[in-house]
């Protein structure tokens, strides 16, 4: 039995890797009212031949605004939930990896600001900060004379 006949063969030999996407995007309501919570579902699979992990991101706004990171085996599916309210009326989209939907908040808000996804915490700002601790500052030498 001759195994080559005089041939040369290349074989390329690839690693095993997972190739996880986000399969499908659903959200529980479409339209909601100001500060109403809703759920999107991303359905995110493993096609490839590996296991793997990934984060799956949320973006509202054109902001990233939740993260969940997920571990797949080959061929499975997981859902990954997210839950959100938006205060300000409008029509938003919701993307998870390369799936979109769209959410319309409807009604009467009370601000007329645009959304937001940031906090800001209690206190004072800097120049405030300062301000007030130069005045401190002066009522203190005013009682040492």
């Known amino acids: 039995m001759e195994v080559d006949q005089g041939k ?5 030999v690839r690693p095993r890797e997972p190739n996880i996407s986000v399969a499908s995007l659903t959200v529980d ?31 509202l706004f054109g902001e990233t605004v939740a993260t969940r990171n997920v571990s797949l085996a080959v061929g499975d ?14 029509s938003y989209d919701a993307t998870v990896g390369n799936e ?17 996804t940031t906090t ?10 300062l301000a007030a ?5 002066a009522a203190l030498r005013r009682r040492r004379r």
């Open 120 to 129: 800001e915490g209690p206190g004072l700002g800097a120049l405030s900060a």
């Open 77 to 90: 599916t997981t859902s990954v939930t997210f839950n959100r309210s938006v205060v300000t009326a409008g």
């Open 29 to 59: 309501e479409r339209e909601v009212q100001p500060g109403e919570q809703f759920t999107i579902v991303a359905n995110v699979t493993n096609t490839g031949d590996a296991p793997g992990e990934r984060t799956v991101s949320l973006q």
């Open 133 to 137: 601790l130069m005045a401190v500052a």
């Open 8 to 12: 040369t063969w290349q074989v390329e």
């Open 100 to 116: 979109t939907v769209q959410v319309t908040v409807v009604g009467d808000t009370a601000t007329t600001q645009p959304p937001s």
